[in-house]
């Protein structure tokens, strides 16, 4: 696919977040696409066979981590970035996609969710480790801090649309991850 | 209300819990508390007058911190009964309120979680307190681990929904607030 191509499908794929933040993943239509991103449904189905496959390719962009490990930047410049990006999306409802990932795994696709997890998680080990290689973070169990890291994160997501969060509660979770990473 | 009356409460309050961790807010009905407890529908209306009600009620049931501290019970002992509760929810996906608690806060409740969310959070910082008053924690900043503690517990239980979780999840979580409040 040229580049045009990529281009049309990181549009669909924008427009597409925001509905499923909005609707859950259930009540959101191919024809609800196509009205946002103004494609024909014939133009839509070129790049996409369904919500599904659109849902399931948000899910998967990733941080990328292992490039900047590769480069040899530094662990704390790497975690710091990753810290302020985490910041701004829980100060962000309305992009936040509880509702739909939950929908979406009510319809069984728990092996999905899986992988997404395994592959969040090795992520974070892996700067981890990188990090207390370089002797930036403190020698920490890094299964057990890269599971706090998560589903602190995702718990923080899923009552950020529930319940008005001032800016204290994501203030709390990079301070938090500070503490348990860097020495004094 | 008579002792009766209560237990009967009681066992209406049981019977949703189930429901509503199964179906969601939503799909459950005032019939299906009537079929799963074998009350009439007059029955149940004498105690409850709607599905929201008895909602309300379970979620403000609370762990009673209060009363321990009064007696001056060892805020670790105290610390690791909760714990010990928490571990036990975490596994237990069947148990998970998330999806009624989603649903319910869509239904524009937010001001009700927002008053479940902060009697929560002084009931943690009021034990984190009181432990560090003892010397038995650490002299953390209390806002920001009762945060963690809540949040990160929020997030274990909607995933526990979404994927499979090992004994390891619920492991790390109670490490790491061991972690954060004794002495080493």
Sequence with gaps: ??????????????AAYLLFAQKGFKAVTMTDICERT???????????SGTEQIFSEILSEEYVIADRI????????ILEDMLE???HEI???ELSLSLA???????????????INDRAKKRWINLLNYGIETKEFKAVD????????????????????VISFDEQAAEHYVKSVRQLLFRE
Excluded at 2 to 9: D, L, S
Excluded at 38 to 48: E, P
Excluded at 101 to 113: H, S, V
Aim: charged fraction near 30%.
């Design 1 to 14: 696919m040229g580049n045009k191509g990529e281009k049309t499908k990181e549009k669909i794929r924008q």
């Design 70 to 77: 590769e480069r040899q930047e530094s662990a704390k410049t």
């Design 38 to 48: 103004g494609l024909s449904r014939g133009g839509l189905y070129r790049y996409y």
């Design 142 to 161: 890094t299964e057990q801090i890269s599971d706090l890291i998560l589903y602190y994160y995702q718990g923080l997501r899923m009552w950020s649309r």
């Design 85 to 87: 990006a985490i910041r």
């Design 91 to 93: 100060m962000d409802k």
């Design 101 to 115: 990932i939950y929908e979406y795994a009510n319809l069984g696709n728990e092996e999905f969710f899986t992988n």
